[in-house]
């Protein structure tokens, strides 16, 4: 909070390939202005992302910024540009399907989130859902951690789980992580906001050590 009482929010951008309901649940809660990330920035890295239309229906800046046909260098270089274009300070990945090389997440090591739809460190990768069906697990959930670089291996912010049920298909189960994960995010995106924005302050001094007699 600044001197004025207002909410010092940390400019987000949220990183799509698709669909785009994660960023939706995302947009939602930073509708208020006490939520702690301000989204100033919708990007994909397609064209036919379906939450592209969704960002800027609500007049969220958009951004397209092919990744097919060009090198990683370049792509990354197109996506930094972008970032520092809205004065970027936060980054959600909300599917985005692309690999991020080790400069980039590097750079942005403790201000890059994603969510991934399982329990890591199980089941890391794609299909997590049919593989958690096929492993027999009592329980699956949705994940959100910090972005290293090891696909899917960064440091765990939260977690939330839910039932596997005996008649449960890929898409019952992927709908009830979904619903899970449209819960987890906003509040785990603001955990970390308030922490990026309020850094820990100093401890006080110790004391003196008492003098022995
Ligand atoms: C979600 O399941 C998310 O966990 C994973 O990709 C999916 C994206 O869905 N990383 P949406 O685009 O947010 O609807």
């Known amino acids: ?18 669909r785009g309901s994660n960023m939706t649940a995302l947009l939602a809660a930073a509708a208020d202005p006490a939520y702690p990330a301000e989204i100033v920035l919708v990007l994909s890295n397609r064209a036919d992302a379906d939450g592209l239309a969704h960002a800027a229906s609500g007049g969220i800046p958009t951004a397209i910024i092919p990744s097919r046909g060009r090198d990683r260098a370049t792509f ?4 930094e540009d972008e970032l520092a274009r809205h004065d970027v300070a936060l980054i959600a990945l909300a599917g985005f399907m692309r690999v991020l090389g080790e400069g980039f997440v590097t750079r942005w090591q403790g201000r890059m989130v994603n969510i991934h ?4 460190p199980a089941f890391p990768g794609l299909d997590t859902h ?13 994940t959100v ?3 290293s670089a090891g696909v899917d291996e960064g440091p765990v912010l939260a977690q939330a789980s839910v039932p596997v049920l005996a008649d449960d298909t890929p898409q019952s189960l992927g709908a009830r992580v979904l619903a899970a994960e449209h819960r987890l995010y906003p509040a785990t995106l603001a955990m970390l906001a308030r ?3 309020n850094p820990l302050p100093a401890l006080s001094p110790l004391p003196k050590t008492p003098s022995k007699t």
């Open 130 to 142: 049919a593989r958690a069906l096929a492993a027999g697990v009592a329980r699956h959930g949705c």
């Open 1 to 18: 909070m600044n001197q004025g009482g207002v909410v010092a929010r940390v400019r987000t951008a949220i990183l799509i390939s698709g």
């Open 76 to 79: 990354e270089h197109a996506i």
């Open 117 to 120: 739809p399982s329990l890591l």
């Open 195 to 197: 922490r990026l924005a």
């Open 145 to 147: 951690h910090l972005v």
